[in-house]
Nanobody
Framework: QLQLVESGGGLVQPGGSLRLSCAVSGFRLDYYAIGWFRQAPGKEREGVSCAHSSGGVTNTNYADSVKGRFTISRDNAKNTVYLQMNSLKPEDTAVYYC???????????????????WGQGTQVTVSS
């Protein structure tokens, strides 16, 4: 059974950093797109970052609101995808989810409906 489990969320002050982890079970990261999403209270779920790896080549994308502050990466040996979040702002407060879908190329998207496997989410709160 395919499964994604997020961890690493918590409470952090503005300007601080957190690293989220998405542990993948049941499939290899190769040939799968992985997306990070977030949902704040009263808001729609939005794409934060995504990545797809194939043949040793990785493509990544970032939302304009996080570009330059967040970095997506992976450890294939641990079958884990990370989201390093620096210079955190109060508006980054949300439940963060990772999602996955197998692809035949290195495409990835911020479209929530495109992904078919989701984690349970981890809470990130940025507040002083």
């Amino acid at each position: 059974q395919l499964q994604l489990v997020e961890s690493g969320g918590g409470l952090v002050q503005p300007g601080g950093s957190l690293r989220l982890s998405c542990a993948v079970s049941g499939f290899r990261l190769d040939y799968y797109a992985i997306g990070w999403f977030r949902q704040a209270p009263g808001k729609e779920r939005e794409g934060v970052s995504c990545a797809h790896s194939s043949g040793g080549v990785t493509n990544t994308n970032y939302a304009d609101s996080v570009k330059g502050r967040f970095t997506i990466s992976r450890d294939n040996a641990k079958n884990t995808v990370y989201l390093q979040m620096n210079s955190l702002k109060p508006e980054d407060t949300a439940v963060y989810y990772c999602a996955a879908r197998g692809t035949s190329n290195r495409f990835c998207t911020s479209d929530v409906s495109w992904y078919d496997t989701w984690g349970q989410g981890t809470q990130v709160t940025v507040s002083s």
